[in-house]
């Protein structure tokens, strides 16, 4: 067996089906207002299907007058809550 394909348990005791990691990106998939709409949802859910162990959204600001670049996800408060609830349940 490959080191790659063994499950690997967490210090808070879940455990990975693997060792495959996807690490941050930035998508700028965000929509007009910063918020996450369909295409950031299907992309995340392909990457799901792909098999990783463990994924690591993009870059997320909690500024939206401080974007690293334009389309960048903003997280300020609860108006994005759905969308964000539907990219969550994408993975």
Do not use: H
Not at 1 to 9: E, S, V, Y
Request: without cysteine; hydrophobic residues 35%.
């Amino acid at each position: 067996m490959n080191t790659l394909d063994t499950p690997l348990t967490l210090p808070n005791g879940q455990i990975l089906p693997n060792r495959l990691m996807k690490s941050a990106l930035s998508e700028a998939l965000g929509n007009k207002n910063n918020a996450p709409d369909e295409r950031l949802g299907r992309l995340y859910s392909t990457w799901s299907r792909g098999g990783y162990g463990f994924m690591i959204t993009g870059n997320v600001m909690v500024d939206r007058t401080q974007l690293g670049e334009p389309g960048n996800i903003v997280i300020e408060d609860e108006r994005d809550l759905d969308a964000l609830s539907r990219w969550a349940k994408s993975v």
